[in-house]
């Protein structure tokens, strides 16, 4: 169904050049191109351009973001691919060690500016899709990161240990229900 939904956009007002996802919106009748140039390459590709058709009305929308000294950035691009996809593993390691340090914990979207704060604050640099520790760390505040996404780590463990148990009592209950 989406396939033809897209096709008809695509085929009514046309195609942006180059786009590397599209964009279905589930609250209003629109469909999002979105061109990120080094989307395999860059751990964290920032937006070219956009264009946005609005199905309702047909109007078409182009944001240019080139010239903008912080402009939007990708963030979880394992979300945006097949679990096929041949940089999937890659991409989701990734965001795995970032989520683990807290980086993803601000809500909304990311820019550049930010996620280059973020990635200092935490004592961290990104090499091509790995997070590494800065070897010019202060030591003590090295330590105390390292501790906190241990922590982090283990609190997410727990949850999701709590979540698979509650899924098999769920699924036992429902066994008993069934079998009365």
């Known amino acids: ?3 033809l939904y897209e096709g008809c956009a695509n085929r009514t007002i046309g195609r942006l050049d180059g786009a590397t996802i599209i964009k279905f919106h589930n609250r209003k009748p629109q469909i999002s191109y979105l061109f990120y140039p080094d989307f395999d390459t860059d751990p964290h590709p920032v937006l070219h351009t956009s264009m946005h058709i609005n199905l309702r009305g047909l109007s078409v929308s182009y944001q ?8 939007p950035i990708l963030v979880k691009k394992e979300a945006f691919v097949a679990v096929n996809y041949p940089n999937y593993q890659k991409f989701a390691k990734l965001s795995r060690q970032e989520e683990k340090l807290g980086i993803f914990d601000k809500p909304g ?7 280059l704060n973020c990635l200092e604050e935490n004592c961290v640099r990104i090499k091509g899709h790995r997070l590494f520790w800065r070897s010019d760390a202060d030591p003590e505040r090295l330590k105390m990161l390292q501790k906190a996404a241990s922590e982090r780590q283990s609190k997410k463990i727990e949850l999701n240990a709590g979540k698979i148990e509650q899924t098999a009592e769920d699924a036992e209950e429902g ?3 069934g079998e009365e």
């Open 109 to 115: 979207g990311f820019k550049l500016r930010e996620l």
């Open 175 to 177: 066994k008993e229900e």
């Open 64 to 71: 240019d973001y080139s010239h903008l000294q912080n402009p």
């Open 1 to 3: 169904m989406l396939r």
